[in-house]
C-alpha cells in the first residue's frame, strides 16, 4: 500500500522560505510521476509543480506559473522523499500543500485526478 507523510508546514514571514518534504513508503517515486497541489481556504485545489524521474536518471519538471522560479521539486532516491523548496513566499502562497503520486507517468500532470495517492496536506501561512 503506498502511503505519503508530508511535514515541514508551517508559518513564515513574506520573502522568507520554507521546505516541506513528503516520505512515500510502499513504492518508490522513480518512474511514477509526482506533484505538489495547493488548497487555500474556500479555494479549489491547484496545481503547484509536477516531476517524473526516469531510472535511467533523467528528469522532467513542471510548475504552475504562480510559482515558477520561486519553488522547486527535489527528488531524494535515497531517502525516498519528494521536496518542495520555497522560495521568496507570498502571502498568496498560504494554504494546505499535498504530496501525490501517481501511477507510471502521467499525462495530464496538472490534474488532480491524475494521481490517486495522496498525503494528509500540511499547512502553510504566509504572514505579512
Known amino acids: 500500500q503506498v502511503q505519503l507523510v508530508e511535514s515541514g508546514g508551517g508559518l513564515v514571514q513574506a520573502g522568507g522560505s520554507l521546505t516541506l518534504s513528503c516520505a512515500a513508503s510502499?513504492?518508490?517515486?522513480?518512474?511514477?510521476?509526482s506533484a505538489w497541489f495547493r488548497q487555500a481556504p474556500g479555494k479549489e485545489r491547484e496545481f503547484v509543480g509536477a516531476v517524473h524521474r526516469r531510472w535511467t536518471g533523467g528528469e522532467s519538471t513542471y510548475y504552475a506559473d504562480a510559482v515558477e522560479g520561486r519553488f522547486k521539486i527535489l527528488n531524494d532516491n535515497v531517502k525516498n522523499t519528494l521536496t518542495l523548496q520555497m522560495n521568496s513566499l507570498q502571502l498568496e502562497d498560504t494554504a494546505v500543500y499535498y504530496c501525490?503520486?501517481?501511477?507510471?507517468?502521467?499525462?495530464?500532470?496538472?490534474?488532480?485526478?491524475?494521481?490517486?495517492?495522496w498525503g494528509q496536506g500540511t499547512q502553510v501561512t504566509v504572514s505579512s
Open positions: 510502499g513504492r518508490t517515486f522513480i518512474s511514477h510521476t
Open positions: 501525490s503520486t501517481g501511477v507510471g507517468r502521467v499525462t495530464d500532470y496538472s490534474a488532480a485526478e491524475s494521481y490517486p495517492y
